[in-house]
T-cell receptor, first 113, second 114 residues
């Protein structure tokens, strides 16, 4: 069965550093998403992406965040200058209309120290 | 705004026990409702869904009924197995567009013991 993959599984970074989280969505999917879950809190929507542009973003997704589909297979989330409060599990998801619901990756645990 | 509230975990049950995980939502109108499951080391997987009031979603012995009068979508299973140990997430989605986001609850960890 096709699956969404994410790398790395765990990233530790220092406050103020840039991080890039990578996702490989299912190959024939057209819609892409990032969600995050701070430990003990809700899974929160960050951003959706379609046709090489952002479809919707939440209040969390400020100027420190950006997304990109650099090569037609990867989908990345960049945090320019990480804060302690960015520590969370980040989930990528992809979707194609008519082929079921959103498929999720296993997540990347980001720890900012 | 929209929100989903789940019972706090962990829920610990013996094998073959009956499971209920409560989920209620706050929304104006009638969104689609979902249960996702996350097994250790894996991504969120869709378990079941219901798209309108009184619909019952079911899969792998799990069931949930969309109750608009109580704004609830409680997950039930008659006899749990050790392999059901996972984190369960309730979620809602408005079907207003193809890229519609999911709004999740905090998740409930289920641990089933022999």
């Amino acid at each position: 069965e096709p699956e969404v993959t994410q790398t790395p599984s765990h990233q530790v970074t220092q406050m103020g550093q840039e991080v890039i989280l990578r996702c490989v969505p299912i190959s024939n999917h057209l819609y892409f998403y990032w969600y995050r879950q701070i430990l003990g809190q809700k899974v929160e929507f960050l951003v959706s992406f379609y046709n090489n542009e952002i479809s919707e973003k939440s209040e969390i997704f400020d100027d420190q965040f950006s997304v990109e589909r650099p090569d037609g297979s990867n989908f990345t989330l960049k945090i320019r200058s990480t804060k302690l409060e960015d520590s969370a599990m980040y989930f990528c998801a992809s979707f194609r209309q008519g082929l079921g619901e959103q498929y999720f990756g296993p997540g990347t645990r980001l720890t900012v120290t | 705004g929209d929100s989903v509230t789940q019972m706090e975990g962990p829920v610990t049950l013996s094998e073959e026990a009956f499971l209920t995980i409560n989920c209620t939502y706050t929304a104006t109108g009638y969104p689609s409702l979902f249960w996702y499951v996350q097994y250790p080391g894996e991504g969120l997987q869709l378990l079941l869904k219901a798209t309108k009031a009184d619909d019952k979603g079911s899969n792998k012995g799990f069931e949930a009924t969309y109750r608009k009068e109580t704004t609830s979508f409680h997950l039930e299973k008659g006899s749990v197995q050790v392999s059901d140990s996972a984190v369960y997430f309730c979620a809602l989605r408005w079907d207003t567009g193809t890229a519609s986001k999911l709004t999740f609850g905090t998740g409930t960890r289920l641990q089933v013991t022999l």
